[in-house]
């Protein structure tokens, strides 16, 4: 009997936020040790399924399937490939790191934690999910929390008004692919979710060219796709920061991630139908996102409207469906989910100390606080695609396989990266750099050590790849083969 | 010792990487460890460097001491080095230049850590530029050396000075020109990078070994972009590629970047600046652009060496109009590199001719030589920088008799500068006139007038400081060079007479590459 | 199905039945000897009953083997009514167990009595297979609940749900007794069965045939509060004791539900199917939105529930539409899970009001923070309401889109899933009242009693438990909708 290591991985944390509300409330740091000890767990576990998968014999690994509804063909089944493993590890780091990153939440924290675990087993149920309702039972569970967690522990001034617009936002999405997920069920006659015979059950092109829509657009809203990102960029910043980190480090993955597995896996023909549709629009993602994020006034705003263009450049790849674009895609979620934990990490520990996040107010941050300066300048660097760093590593087969696909496209999104640069210079500039002003310098101290820490990981992973690629991309690679093997190769 | 022949690049090129992580972990205020150890580890890549040379074999055609293996697998890029005459010697002039730049620092006395450590991590990006023979990878070191030096410019470089941006901003001199620096940099290298997919997407591979067979004699390529014809979209890649390394050389009129740049960069950045990483761009003409494109380059030779002249002539002309000592040899820089396109230019142009080995043996040593010599001027203004706290050449005057030592120093390398025969320069400067003259003979004319200028700016430097009636205000202020000064010139010294009197020890190892490497 | 004579064995299969109304004497005698202080075990006695009851029905009157008709066809043993007497008499064990510390409401005896009527005449509606034992079971279901509402004699809200809901009740009842009457005067039969044997050999007039079907909807309409006769539920429910709410909008709904299920499966499907399908959508549809969009406004949160209750039914209501194996499987599973997350929602509204003696929403500011365990039941309940996993109340939705799906009826998903969201919008915004915001009253301890606590355990942990290990509960939905046809 194998160890069900997904299994164990998928329910530490809902299990651990459950056994959190037992510990009576004044006792703080018991609630965040078990937080640590449960994420550090689920770290530990997901990094081990990354590295043991074999690529040689690729496929689903680390397979668990139990019966749940038999009649209706509903199964709890759960493995691992080369798209979603990284992914699983990326939910691994970003929840650690965020329950570092969290010590210091005074305000009912046994919640805060509990609530946040919830959403980090509804995130890594949807990763591993092969199977329709599973996917969707975790997509939901996933959902939920955010309202909580925003509404509650959020800034002040929007966190009602974005909680509920976000939770709004990503229910109706989730439901319109729910409607899409059950036509295919009943379409396909197969009576299962099982999505692997799902894959093979050779819906009608008609069908596909009308469901693709729903079941793709349905989650690439929580994937930030245009038109239906505004929910992101409020939410982005009414969150607080562990919060923020999830979702936009790892709950926009989950978009993209299910959009892809359901929409573009099951429904080929009809990706193929539409594809012209997401460059279009994944390419105003990239353009646009750059841009109204150069004219923020608001640190927060910034690197929420960067994220929209990084997930643009997602969706960008696997708009293109080909090896290139979609390995470039698969390394970009990765990456981009690393990269901007760590930007909404540093902007959290400035704005705890700071107490603004208007650009024009802050200056001279490096001298208080150089280990995060530096950090924050290396993520700099990944947004804009610096060789060497991951983003690079990630953004360079995205746009090879956009070449492949209209080459224009590919000229006109290259132009985002100029943009990039120059926001990211003039933050990194304005915030770090610069005159510091009086009370700054007196209040303004250093981060703690568990802070830098969680920044020194987030750094080393990034740098990692940027250095060695292969350790991600020969993965990604595996699981890119078998999406392709449902187009007939393409 | 097989192992250290076998991954000697993978040595040099990551040394200074290893170094820098060992100075992470030491602290933050012992500046005169710090200092120690990067000078140290300097010279790790040097030993090898000067190791490299003996055992290059100047006869062997093609690249040695190669190295493959996986980096990038999934798009087809491999991390390959290896070295031949021409990549052996910019790597020995950086693994040279580094650790006088890095004795020149010593005098910095503000986050030493942080200076070493950038500095280290940029001598590995220009040194993978130099061993990289994989199209990706000499991108990723291309863009890796850009931070470094943002970083160095905008945090050491000089303090005082004020730009006003676009909307009435003012911003520090060094803030200014740094962020000019990166943004042009960028902005050029982001059509080398559309023109290096469309090449990773056409031929599955980013071996230039491969490439450099495969892609001129391609008559097809993957997705032309608007149905351009095939003639079309390789002239448009490579004027991508031309103007991405026109931009660092720099070629007139992509030079403006430059004297803020070097002007306002620390004294061991505007070393470096000016004395390798200027090289880069030649590099990429002479490794990429001449090799993939032979064709274009052919057609649009004679375009090059007009820009190259309107550079040997203007940069002249400006540097005799500075009053700023620094920007004198600021834009000394863009007249000598002039003459570097102007070899590459008659080589592209009458490739695999005689005349065309001797313009390109003159261009790659003068690429060395300039490194030596603007290295030392950028040096000597920052030695006196530090004494006067001013770079205004009419502030100085007549300070031979206060400080003969240093005087005798600026005039020997300002004749080296110039060209004065017996020193290196004139060796460089007389190959790539030979060269040029039977294949450009109007373009080659044009550039003695722009000698002659040459000429006219550099004694305009000594006289200003050094000769007429001595400023008073100096007369017991200003200290003579120190031995640590002493120490960071003399090599460079050395090596601009060597060369100026037996120069066959380099021109050796430059010709046989040459020779090889373009047979039209 | 034999209609045959008198067996012994039928006593059996209503053995339940007739041990409710020896429970209802036992609490009778027993409130007349019992002195006030005791009085209150009243109402543990009623659950420990019904409790008591339940277990004898496992033993004794599982149906076996087919389905028949007992009792010259009045009563029909099958599944449906066994599991469906299991659930009335758990929602009214529960509802006693929150209607214990009521003042005065949970010491009087009558309460009690008068539920276990009800409950009773749920019972009977559930297996009635005669249209005259049906008629009887519904007054036998209602008169007592038109009492129950009105119980707090002193209070005008209360007296005037009573009445209203006597009143709304008591018309719609008669249209509906007039509905059988015209089928009887059709077909000259009174069994379910034999009447739908009679529409489908004697092939009478459409219009004939749809008249009767109307005007019985409209008795059925009112049990489970379907556009256009919902009117009376916000206002009885307001007034009404809470326990009582909660006891209505669930086991007296759920009964409605079963009632038309059988109608509608028995008699009507054959001839007239495709006609009141597309007008029970319509119904569907504007009991959905109706319920919805006017839950966004209330400030009362028995108000609120009473709307989420109506819009409920709609939901429900597709499933029915969707007639098929499927669609009636997912309507008992929806009343399953719905049955225990309403119970719970009213459940905490009956414990908070006891302490905080007030109904409206901005009364429950801060709760997380006075009563975290509370809190999270209240959570638990309403997001199974909202239909978000793991909770029953997700599990449910999805049968019932499903269904429609399924049957073609893609527009009939559509429009609940837009309606589910604008019910998440009102069910968050309680959630919102409960754990962002602060009132000054945080620091007062807030103390439940032990049968509150029993009760509301009970009820979130069902909820949990249906919602993640729906299989057996689906198997058996499946089993109970199979004995319809």
Redesign the interface.
């Known amino acids: 009997m194998r160890f069900p290591i997904l299994s164990v991985i998928v329910l530490t944390p809902i299990i651990a936020g459950m056994l959190i509300?037992l510990i009576p409330?004044d006792r703080k740091n018991v609630v965040r040790y078990v937080a640590l000890a449960a994420a550090t767990i689920a770290l530990l576990l997901s990094a081990w399924v990354y590295f043991s998968y074999d690529i040689s014999i690729s496929g689903y690994q680390f397979i668990e399937k139990y019966?749940?509804?038999?009649?209706?063909g509903i199964s709890y089944y759960v493995g691992v490939d080369g798209m979603n493993a990284p992914l699983v590890l990326l939910t691994g780091v970003v929840m650690f790191t965020g329950v570092l990153i969290s010590w210091g939440i005074d305000d009912?924290p046994r919640?805060f934690f509990a609530f946040l675990f919830i959403l980090a087993s509804g995130v890594f149920g949807v990763f591993v999910a092969q199977d329709l309702?599973m996917l969707?039972?975790?997509y939901?569970?996933a959902?939920?929390p955010m309202?909580?967690l925003i509404?509650?522990w959020g800034w002040i001034k929007t966190r009602?008004y974005a909680a509920?617009k976000l939770?709004?936002y990503l229910?109706?999405g989730s439901?319109?692919s729910?409607?899409g997920g059950?036509?295919m069920?009943?379409g396909s006659g197969k009576n299962t979710f099982d999505m692997i015979q799902l894959s093979q059950a050779n819906f009608s092109e008609s069908f596909q060219i009308f469901w693709f829509p729903f079941v793709f657009f349905g989650f690439a809203v929580l994937g930030g796709i245009f038109p239906f990102h505004n929910w992101s960029p409020d939410g982005h910043v009414a969150a607080p920061t562990a919060v923020s980190m999830f979702h936009a480090g790892v709950l926009m993955k989950l978009g993209a991630f299910a959009a892809l597995r359901v929409g573009i896996m099951l429904l080929p023909v009809g990706a193929q139908h539409w594809r012209w549709l997401i460059l279009i629009l994944a390419l105003v993602n990239v353009v646009y996102g750059a841009f109204i994020a150069m004219v923020q006034t608001d640190f927060k705003y910034v690197i929420g409207f960067s994220s929209v263009s990084h997930m643009g450049l997602v969706m960008l790849g696997f708009a293109t469906l080909n090896k290139?674009g979609l390995?470039g895609s698969g390394i970009q979620m990765f990456s981009h989910g690393v990269m901007t934990a760590l930007f909404f990490a540093v902007v959290g520990m400035v704005y705890d100390r700071a107490h603004t996040r208007e650009i024009g107010e802050l200056g001279g941050f490096s001298k208080k606080m150089p280990w995060v300066a530096v950090a924050f300048i290396i993520g700099g660097?990944v947004s804009m695609g610096?060789?060497?760093l991951s983003g690079?590593?990630a953004e360079?087969?995205i746009?090879?396989g956009v070449?492949?696909?209209?080459?224009?496209i590919?000229?006109i999104a290259?132009i985002s990266?100029?943009i990039t640069?120059?926001y990211i210079?003039r933050i990194i500039?304005r915030v770090f750099?610069g005159p510091i002003s009086e009370e700054f310098d007196h209040h303004v101290g250093d981060v703690t050590i568990k802070d830098k820490v969680a920044l020194t990981i987030l750094c080393v992973i990034m740098i990692t790849v940027g250095v060695?690629?292969?350790i991600m991309?020969?993965l990604?690679?595996s699981g890119v083969d078998r999406i392709l093997s449902l187009f007939g190769g393409a | 010792m097989g192992f250290i022949t076998n991954n000697i690049l993978s040595i040099i090129l990551f040394s200074p990487t290893v170094v820098a992580l060992v100075l992470l972990f030491l602290p933050q205020g012992g500046k005169k460890l710090l200092r120690w150890v990067t000078l140290l580890g300097c010279l790790i890549p040097f030993g090898f460097s000067l190791l490299l040379w003996f055992s290059f074999k100047a006869d062997t055609p093609g690249f040695q001491f190669e190295t493959q293996t996986l980096w990038y697998g999934a798009i087809s890029s491999s991390f390959h080095l290896g070295v031949d005459g021409l990549s052996l010697t910019m790597v020995l002039l950086t693994t040279l230049l580094t650790p006088v730049a890095i004795l020149a620092s010593f005098s910095i006395t503000e986050r030493v850590k942080p200076y070493m450590i950038l500095f280290l991590l940029l001598e590995t990006g220009m040194l993978g530029v130099f061993l990289s023979l994989d199209l990706l990878l000499f991108f990723v070191f291309w863009e890796v050396g850009l931070v470094p030096m943002y970083f160095l410019i905008n945090q050491w470089g000089s303090e005082k000075g004020e730009r006003e941006l676009w909307g009435g901003r003012k911003v520090s001199a060094r803030t200014y020109a740094s962020f000019k620096f990166m943004i042009y940099t960028m902005a050029g290298s982001l059509g080398l990078l559309l023109a290096i997919q469309m090449i990773g997407v056409s031929f599955r591979t980013y071996d230039l070994t491969k490439l450099f067979s495969l892609f001129p004699a391609v008559t097809q390529l993957a997705n032309i972009p608007l149905n351009l014809s095939l003639e079309t979209v390789k002239t448009i890649a490579f004027w991508a590629f031309v103007i991405a390394f026109a931009i660092k050389v720099p070629v007139w009129p992509f030079h403006t970047w430059l004297p803020d740049a070097h002007t306002e960069a620390p004294t061991a950045g505007s070393m470096i600046l000016a004395g390798v990483l200027l090289k880069l761009g030649a590099y990429g003409f002479l490794r990429l652009v001449l090799p993939l494109y032979p064709q274009e380059a052919h057609l649009y030779a004679g375009a090059l060496a007009f820009l190259a002249v309107m550079g040997i002539i203007f940069g002249a002309l400006a540097a005799y109009g500075q009053d700023d000592f620094k920007r004198l040899v600021a834009y000394s820089s863009v007249n000598h590199m002039g003459f570097v396109v102007l070899g590459i230019a008659a080589a592209a142009y009458a490739a695999g001719s005689k005349d065309a080995v001797l313009a390109l043996n003159g261009a790659v040593l003068q690429m060395f030589n300039h490194g030596l010599s603007a290295a030392a001027m950028f040096f000597l203004v920052g030695v006196i920088y530090e004494r006067a706290h001013t770079r205004n050449l009419n502030d100085f005057g007549g300070l031979f008799p206060l400080i003969p030592v240093y005087g005798g120093i600026l005039i020997f390398t300002s004749m080296a500068s110039l060209g004065l025969p017996g020193l290196n320069g004139f060796v460089s400067e007389f190959l790539v006139v030979r060269g040029s003259w039977p294949i450009f003979t109007v373009f080659t004319a044009l550039s003695m007038i722009g000698l002659f200028f040459t000429g006219a700016y550099i004694l305009k430097g000594i006289k200003k400081v050094l000769h007429g009636p001595t400023n008073e205000q100096w007369v017991g202020h200003i200290t003579e060079i120190n031995l640590r000064e002493i120490i960071v010139i003399s090599p460079l010294m050395f090596l601009m007479l060597w060369i100026g009197v037996w120069p066959a020890w380099i021109l050796g190892v430059i010709n046989s590459a040459m020779q090889v490497l373009f047979k039209g | 199905m034999v209609i045959g004579s008198f067996e012994p064995t039928m006593v059996l299969a209503i053995l339940p039945e007739i041990l409710l109304v020896v429970l209802a004497g036992l609490i009778l005698a027993v409130d007349a000897i019992w002195k006030p202080e005791t009085k209150r075990n009243l109402g543990w006695l009623t659950a420990g009953g019904l409790l008591v009851v339940m277990v004898v029905s496992f033993l004794v009157a599982i149906p076996q083997g087919q389905d028949r008709l007992i009792f010259g066809g009045m009563l029909r043993q099958d599944w449906l009514s066994f599991s469906f007497n299991i659930l009335f008499m758990f929602a009214a064990a529960i509802t006693a167990l929150f209607a214990l510390d009521m003042k005065g409401v949970g010491q009087k005896g009558e309460f009690f009595v008068l539920m276990l009527i009800s409950t009773l005449g749920m019972s009977l509606m559930a297996s009635a297979a005669d249209i005259i034992m049906l008629y009887l079971a519904i007054e036998t279901t209602s008169i007592p609940m038109y009492i129950l509402a009105g119980f707090m004699t002193r209070d005008d809200k209360s007296t005037e749900s009573g009445f209203k809901y006597l009143l709304f009740g008591a018309a719609t009842s008669t249209i509906m007794l007039y509905g059988f009457s015209l089928i009887y005067g059709f077909t000259g039969q009174t069994n379910i069965y034999q009447i739908a044997l009679s529409f489908y050999n004697l092939q009478f007039p459409k219009i004939a045939v749809i008249g009767s079907l109307l005007l019985i909807l409209v008795g059925f309409g009112f049990k489970i509060s379907a556009f256009p006769f919902h009117f009376w539920a916000p206002d009885v429910y307001e007034g009404a004791p809470t326990p009582i709410a909660g006891f209505l909008s669930t086991a007296s709904k759920a009964a409605g539900f079963v009632v038309v299920l059988r109608v509608l499966v028995a008699i009507f499907t054959p001839s007239v199917a495709p006609d009141w399908i597309n007008m029970l959508a319509i119904v569907s549809v504007l009991t959905m939105t109706v319920g919805n969009v006017l839950a966004l406004v209330q400030k009362n949160i028995k108000r609120l529930l009473a709307y989420s209750s109506i819009a409920h039914a709609g939901y429900i209501l597709i499933g029915v539409v969707a007639i098929s194996q499927l669609g009636l499987t997912s309507v008992v599973f929806y009343l399953i899970a719905y049955l225990i997350t309403n119970l719970a929602a009213f459940g905490i509204v009956v414990t908070f009001s006891q302490v905080v003696g007030s109904d409206e929403i901005s009364a429950y500011s801060g709760l997380s923070r006075r009563k975290p365990w509370l809190a999270l039941a209240m959570m638990v309940a309403f997001l199974s309401l909202a239909g978000m996993p793991p909770l029953a109340g997700f599990v449910a939705k999805i049968f019932v889109f499903a269904a429609a799906v399924k049957v073609g009826l893609i527009w009939l998903a559509f429009v609940g899933v837009l309606n589910s969201i604008v019910g998440l919008y009102y069910y968050l915004t309680v959630l919102k009242y409960v754990y962002l915001f602060r009132s000054d009253d945080e620091d007062k301890p807030l103390t439940i009693s032990r049968s509150y606590a029993i009760a509301l355990s009970v009820l979130v942990f069902g909820i949990i438990l249906v919602g993640t290990l729906f299989g057996p509960w689906f198997n058996l939905s499946t089993k109970i909708a199979s004995s319809l046809f």
Do not use: C, H
């Open positions: 509300l409330s019966n749940w509804l038999p009649q209706l009912r919640e309702f969707f039972f975790f939901e569970i959902v939920f309202y909580l509404s509650i009602e509920m939770t709004l229910f109706i439901l319109v729910l409607v059950l036509a069920y009943f290139d390995i660097l610096m060789p060497g690079f590593v360079f087969p746009f090879m070449w492949q696909v209209k080459p224009i590919a000229i290259s990266i100029v640069a120059s210079i500039g750099f060695y690629p292969s991309s020969n990604v690679s």
